[in-house]
């Protein structure tokens, strides 16, 4: 049996049990999320990620279509596993001793650098932390490890009746055990 969450939430750890500062990664779970596994299976697997984790979505393919169309030879919005798809932020795995850390991390939050990746990819976004992730992902792909698509099982299929259908099952299709349900889209979660 599963837990049905409401808004946006959070798990995490400190050293202390106070403040951001003292907080060394955080699991957020957008709020059409469920788990599957329980908390402790969980907290398994954000032992064996390096900055930041998430999964891959069809989305991005048409957001990048610009770039794309002047890089053909690109991997960029390309489905797993040797392309670039970006990233989902329905769950997210933040290790932010490693984020606050990292040279490179803190200097991709300065707006000019976001600027230059955005007019690089012709990018456009709508989706605040996802676009993030994805754009400077495209760049910086040593910075996350994505999960498996089992903790982030995406049940929106949107773009396959909206443009993508011919590629639709590349991005969606999901072997494997599911941790997590993400019912994006407003798509019901399902009850087994």
Known sequence: ?????????????????????ETHWLVLLDGTSTNEAGWCDTKAIILCFNLFSSVFSVCC????????????????????????PGFNSG???LNLEAMRRSTLYNQLLDPGRIAQLAEK?????????????????????ELFYPLSCGWNRQLCTWWREHGYGDVFQLYYHCD????IYHGNCNTPIPDD
């Not at 990819?121 to 792909?141: A, K, P, S, V």
């Not at 494997?176 to 941790?179: A, F, L």
């Open 121 to 141: 990819y012709h990018f456009r976004g709508h989706l605040g932390d996802q676009d993030f992730f994805t754009m400077i992902g495209m760049e910086h792909r």
């Open 61 to 84: 393919r048409h957001t990048f279509w610009q770039y794309r169309k002047e890089n053909p030879k690109s991997h960029v919005g390309d489905p797993p596993p040797d392309g670039l």
């Open 91 to 93: 769950v997210m795995l």
């Open 176 to 179: 494997g055990p599911v941790h």
């Open 1 to 21: 049996m599963y837990s049905t969450y409401e808004g946006s939430h959070l798990l995490s750890r400190s050293s202390s049990g106070e403040g951001c500062r």
